[in-house]
């Protein structure tokens, strides 16, 4: 059993995501109501650094992907635990997702889609989940 | 993984990818441009539009350029996306159906629009499509060529309309919704000129006046509407054949779109072998295939059989089908709770005869009015009961490798086989009289995106739970 643990490039690109998405939110807002901008850029910088330098940090301390010969686990969460089982027989196909900013860290999110439902992972290298697909592949 | 094709989109794409922008921004451009070169006078509003233009469709060139299709001997590569670049790898065998369609506007341009479907899209959409040069499709089909000699059967042009006429609500809405709206209508009309002439003559005389054309426009629209309809599902029909070749089943249908469904008969689900309403007065009956993944807006099925008589469905069914085979033994409901089928209708028969004479002794006025809706009631009920009479000879459930039931849906009549690891959730419900009969009412849905049911009434509670401990190991 192999298991894949997202890079420290993942946090990167989730914490700039985070700055970015904020910071749009304080400047339509700002557009709105300007009297309050103060108060809405102290709720964004407390909201910035609990997201990015507390929650994602453990977060993907918590996310693992593990691949052994007839299913994919994978492990999540916090606060409460998640387990997911994707056993190779139930899996249709898999998919490989990059946006702009996780190409420009050489990382991409994988979705595993089975009969009627899908699961998003978090980021992981390139290469890993080149290896996961193709695991995935060679199931079939 | 050798690829043995690469394939790029059809330009025309691009013209999709702006087709949300279509009404709200090209077109006021283009209105826009012709207005400036009018008047000779170019404004901020005219700059605006024309830099969203632009990038919109400079967007959609880079959208069309990323796309691209890899297919190997086992699986298809597909690259698409600019923003979020997305890569699936999907496995051939996991691919249910592959749908071609062609248009006019394909006609034209030389494309077709293919959809791939697995189990894994989601309910009405396909997992992806695109347009593709007629040469490429061709190309995708030459690379998985059967080694059995494909199998036509064509269907004439009387048996489609048939289809056309007894499946779609269309001729059910010329035949029996048109004129029982025209006739409660008009004496509704009728009844409120009445009532509204004893009381103000004026209003009265107004209404008598306006009323029948009122009634007659409503009439035409609405068999408008449902000749439309007709017509609709009519040409979307013809021209119907299928193909078996080995693995691989086609359907082929439509005049002026030209539309193709490929799919494994591994992916099949259930059959159904369906009789509707107006089907039973031709006795014909149509044979249907429910498919993982394949999807359209009524879910995931397609028509193998349009029309055919009792034994030539059966018949045909047992060579297309020959695994779906079902078993001897069938639980069947017991001579003593039959009756039990007519509770309903008789119920509601009691209901209808007391809101007619409480109706009718209320509001004289509209006797008219009440008494036809009383004999529209007293049909439908009619046909209720002639159900709950098929019912007690032909309902029935066998729990075996090959799940068989025959049972009614609503208005229709359906036998329905189905393998019995393809079924999802078995649900047995007991009403406090089924307890002291020891019977009861099951319901077994099939694990697909529409999530079919098969509903059999008034069985021996025993049997069954027998059969099921059997058959599932429980």
Known sequence: ?140 | MAVKLKITAHPIMIFYYLKPFWFVLIIPLIKAIVSAVIKAEVNNVLLNELFISVVLITYSVIKWKKLKINISSDFIEIYLGVVRRRYANIPINKISTIETTKSPLDYIFGTQKVKINTEAGKQGSADFWFKLNVGDVKKVTELYPEKVTPKTIKFSAVRVAVMAATSSSAFTGIVLVVPIINQAVRLLGTAVTDLLLDRINKIGQLFSKFMPPVVNTVTVVFLISYFIAFLISFFKSVNFKVVFAGKKTGVFSGLLVLRKVLFNTKSVNSVCIEQTPLMRFFARYLLRVGIGGYGNRKGDRAVVVPSAKRDEVHELFSVLFPKFEPADNKIKPHKNTRWRFYYLPTLFLAVSVILYLVLSYSFPVFKGLISFGFIVTACVLAYYYSLAEYNTKHSCISVAPVIYANYTRWSATREMFCEHNRIGIIHITRWPVDKRKNTCNVRLTVRSEAAESITVKHISYNELTDEIKSLYQI
């Not at chain 1, 409460?80 to 139930?90: G, N, Q, V």
């Not at chain 1, 089975?114 to 290896?131: F, Q």
């Open chain 1, 1 to 140: 059993m192999k298991t894949y643990l997202p890079p420290k490039s993942t946090l990167i690109v989730w914490q700039i995501r985070v700055t970015v998405l904020l910071a749009l939110l304080v400047a339509v807002l700002y557009w709105f109501i300007a009297d309050y901008f103060l108060v809405l850029f102290c709720v964004s910088l407390v909201l910035a650094v609990v997201f990015n330098l507390i929650y994602f940090p453990a977060f993907l301390r918590c996310y693992s992907i593990s691949v052994n010969q007839n299913a994919i686990i994978i492990k999540s969460g916090v606060f409460i635990k998640h387990e997911r089982i994707l056993p190779f027989p139930r899996m249709i196909y898999a998919e490989k997702q990059q946006t702009l900013v996780a190409k420009a860290f050489s990382v991409s999110a994988l979705v595993l889609r089975v009969a009627r439902a899908a699961t998003l992972t978090v980021e992981l290298k390139d290469n890993d989940i080149a290896e996961i697909m193709k695991a995935v592949a060679k199931w079939q």
